[in-house]
Nanobody, 122 residues
């Protein structure tokens, strides 16, 4: 059974940092693309950053480029998202997701975690 468990969310002031983790089990990290997505209040779910575990290709949404860094530890089956210079508009529930194909489109991902809340105060 595929399981994804996010952690590391919380409340932070604007300009601060958080690191999200996603512990995966039930599948081999090397064979999947894994990504971070978020849903802000009243908005559609959007792709934040994704990585192909097989070749390391990455995607970043324009809104987070230069501030967020995605990484994975394939030996630990864990995905990370380092978020720096956080802004109030980054406030959202952040989810990790996995699928066979590398994509930034949420609907193309089959496996999802339960999400972790990130709140950035101004």
């Amino acid at each position: 059974e595929v399981q994804l468990v996010e952690s590391g969310g919380g409340l932070v002031q604007a300009g601060g940092s958080l690191r999200l983790s996603c512990a995966a089990s039930g599948f081999t990290f090397d064979d999947y693309a894994i990504g971070w997505f978020r849903r802000a209040p009243g908005k559609e779910r959007e792709g934040v950053s994704c990585i192909s575990s097989s070749d390391g290709s990455t995607y970043y949404a324009d809104s987070v480029k230069g501030r967020f860094t995605i990484s994975s530890d394939n030996a630990k089956n864990t995905l990370y998202l380092q978020m720096n210079s956080l802004k109030p508009e980054d406030t959202a529930v952040y989810y990790c997701a996995a699928d066979y194909s590398f994509s930034a489109i949420p609907d193309e991902y089959d496996y999802w975690g339960q999400g972790t809340q990130v709140t950035v105060s101004s």
